[in-house]
């Protein structure tokens, strides 16, 4: 099963991917399109899995270009043809044709971005890390830069892990207040507990920043309930279990 942005896809010579665990050769808990390279998955079997995404997707295997993620808020502009590394940062955008950008996740969000008008392309991993350090910020200052109008950005935000299942402390919160004088609105308190939504916080940078809500295109999934289509993290991690998967999400520009 495969997840479509309607909006970018409308775009033409552009293409979204949102790609779940099924239709892969992973085993065990990796079990089946796990594209992890930094898991512990057999890395031959995860570099079959990325080969088959590619076959998907139409873009050559060589032209699919994939990043080491660290929770950061770097974006790498994309300039050089001969790719001969896997470049660490959290971001990547291009004007480029022919290639293609994939992102991993699995909890956080997978953002795929699109110039409506000049085609320019970008993909970023989103977590709480890289949206409150200023990862979204800096892919627009890109587009900017790249002499994108706002208004003609078309965003697809991934599936990620809802509200409800996304539980954290009190210096979380402080976290998020540090840096967002709005912060309330993304956080429930029940049962004494308290409940973070990651898809709002993440939306609403973008409002703020000048995107249109109907250039806003979600996949409304939750990694973290739906065991069948989604690796996630913290699903891993209250199951005890050693490792975990993870999703890609492909933008390609054709």
Same mark, same amino acid.
């Given at each position: 099963?495969? /997840?479509?942005?309607?909006?970018? $896809?409308?775009?033409?010579?552009?293409?979204?991917?949102?790609?779940?665990?099924?239709?892969?050769?992973?085993?065990?808990?990796?079990?089946?399109?796990?594209?992890?390279?930094?898991?512990?998955? +057999? +890395?031959?079997?995860?570099?079959?899995?990325?080969?088959?995404?590619?076959?998907?997707?139409?873009?050559?295997?060589?032209?699919?270009?994939?990043?080491?993620?660290?929770?950061?808020?770097? =974006?790498?502009?994309?300039?050089?043809?001969?790719?001969?590394?896997?470049? +660490?940062?959290?971001?990547?955008?291009?004007?480029?044709?022919? /290639?293609?950008?994939?992102?991993?996740?699995?909890?956080?969000?997978?953002?795929?971005?699109?110039?409506?008008?000049?085609?320019?392309?970008?993909?970023?991993?989103?977590?709480?890390?890289?949206? $409150?350090?200023? =990862?979204?910020?800096?892919?627009?200052?890109?587009?900017?830069?790249?002499?994108?109008?706002?208004?003609?950005?078309?965003?697809?935000?991934?599936?990620? =892990?809802?509200?409800?299942?996304?539980?954290?402390?009190?210096?979380?919160?402080?976290?998020?207040?540090?840096?967002?004088?709005?912060?309330?609105?993304?956080?429930?308190?029940?049962?004494?507990? =308290?409940?973070?939504?990651?898809?709002?916080?993440?939306?609403?940078? /973008?409002?703020?920043?000048?995107?249109?809500?109907?250039?806003?295109?979600?996949?409304?999934?939750?990694?973290?309930?739906?065991?069948?289509?989604?690796?996630?993290?913290?699903?891993?991690?209250?199951?005890?279990?050693?490792?975990?998967?993870?999703?890609?999400?492909?933008?390609?520009?054709?």
């Amino acid at each position: 099963m495969i /997840f479509h942005s309607k909006k970018i $896809n409308k775009i033409p010579g552009l293409k979204s991917f949102f790609f779940t665990r099924k239709n892969g050769l992973s085993k065990g808990i990796y079990k089946s399109l796990n594209c992890g390279l930094g898991s512990n998955d +057999k +890395k031959k079997i995860v570099k079959k899995n990325v080969s088959i995404v590619s076959k998907k997707t139409g873009c050559k295997l060589n032209k699919l270009i994939m990043l080491k993620q660290y929770h950061s808020n770097k =974006i790498i502009n994309f300039d050089n043809f001969l790719v001969k590394k896997r470049y +660490k940062a959290d971001g990547i955008i291009t004007t480029y044709p022919n /290639f293609s950008f994939g992102i991993l996740t699995a909890d956080c969000v997978p953002i795929l971005v699109a110039d409506k008008e000049n085609k320019t392309i970008a993909a970023i991993h989103s977590g709480w890390k890289g949206a $409150n350090s200023g =990862i979204i910020e800096n892919l627009i200052k890109k587009f900017k830069q790249k002499k994108s109008k706002i208004s003609n950005l078309i965003v697809a935000i991934g599936p990620c =892990i809802e509200q409800k299942n996304y539980e954290v402390k009190e210096d979380f919160v402080k976290k998020i207040k540090f840096k967002n004088y709005d912060y309330k609105k993304y956080f429930k308190n029940s049962n004494k507990k =308290i409940y973070f939504n990651l898809r709002l916080f993440v939306n609403n940078k /973008f409002l703020k920043l000048g995107i249109p809500n109907r250039n806003i295109d979600h996949i409304n999934k939750d990694t973290y309930s739906d065991y069948k289509n989604f690796f996630s993290y913290r699903r891993s991690v209250h199951n005890n279990e050693s490792d975990y998967g993870r999703c890609i999400s492909v933008i390609y520009r054709y």
